[in-house]
């Protein structure tokens, strides 16, 4: 019968019992340590099993020493080799506590660097959105900026209509210009009186009288019947220019300076994207839950009506 026993931390095995009784009296198995029999499955403590340590009163004289003892060559069961075989239940007991050692070194490993890319994902999350966010305010902006622009162009425009209308009733300005303007004038009486549309008139009559007002000298004064409207249509003209020289500081501003930033944005305006692709199916199924219950509302308000008061005939 084989015999396995720890001493010192270490596991020892296969022995004989005679080879363990000689250890025990040699002290090189205490009454601590674990023994296992290739019969049993369980561990037991060296101090139960009695044949080991009996001590006896009278010691016969036949028993050599113990310095005379030859004591057995144990190997360790780390280094037995391949081929030796070990009991299921003592692999039962080593395997898992190798199994444990090795998943918490691993673990030890680990877990420093998965605290570190859970901190930074959330980092890059938190940076996402705030590039989104800034990039959104951006956009709003450069929009306002467009429809200041169109808003200060039409004013514009207007501005020089009403100065080209002064000063063709002034008779100033381009003859040549004066003269179409005339011309119109001309045409429109006359479609006029035959009922005809006069929009495309109107609007060419509008552009020359555009067209006389740019051509009004700049560097000359201007006279005192147009001053009023010289002075407007000067100030909303320099107020153009001006919103016009701001257009390359506005469109460098429209987007990050840097790669990364603007890799950030693609992602947070992508997944805000993909979210609501997905949100569209599942909005679309409420609202097709919801009308049966409605239109089965309708009917049963319509059912409820007074069949006299709404000419309704139930009668058969």
Wanted: one cysteine or more.
């Amino acid at each position: 019968m084989a015999y396995y026993y720890t001493h010192d931390g270490q596991r020892f095995g296969p022995v004989s019992s005679d080879e363990l009784k000689a250890l025990a009296a040699a002290a090189k198995i205490c009454p601590q340590d674990a023994i296992l029999c290739d019969a049993d499955v369980q561990w037991k403590p060296a101090g139960e099993l009695k044949e080991l340590f009996q001590i006896d009163a009278k010691p016969t004289s036949s028993a050599p020493p113990l310095a005379q003892l030859v004591l057995p060559q144990v190997v360790p069961v780390s280094h037995l080799p391949l081929h030796v075989p070990l009991s299921p239940s003592t692999e039962t007991i080593l395997l898992p506590n190798r199994a444990v050692e090795y998943l918490r070194q691993s673990l030890q490993k680990v877990l420093p660097t998965l605290r570190l890319s859970v901190k930074r994902l959330f980092f890059e999350i938190s940076k996402i959105a705030t590039e989104a966010w800034f990039q959104t305010i951006r956009l709003v902006k450069y929009i306002l900026w467009l429809i200041r622009g169109f808003s200060l162009a039409r004013r514009a425009r207007h501005s020089q209509l009403m100065l080209g209308e002064k000063l063709y009733r002034a008779g100033l300005g381009e003859d040549k210009v004066r003269a179409e303007i005339a011309r119109i004038d001309n045409r429109i009486r006359n479609v006029q009186a035959a009922n005809g549309s006069m929009r495309p008139l109107v609007t060419e009559r509008r552009d020359f009288c555009i067209r006389l007002a740019r051509s009004y000298p700049t560097k000359e004064i201007a006279s005192a019947e147009v001053a009023q409207e010289y002075r407007d249509a000067k100030a909303a003209q320099n107020m153009v220019q001006s919103h016009q020289r701001e257009r390359g500081c506005q469109r460098q501003a429209l987007f990050p300076s840097t790669l990364l930033a603007r890799l950030r944005v693609a992602t947070g305006y992508g997944t805000i994207a993909i979210l609501i692709f997905l949100l569209i199916p599942v909005i679309a199924s409420c609202g097709s839950r919801l009308e049966p219950a409605h239109s089965h509302s309708s009917c049963t308000r319509m059912n409820s009506l007074d069949p006299v008061g709404h000419g309704i005939n139930t009668t058969t």
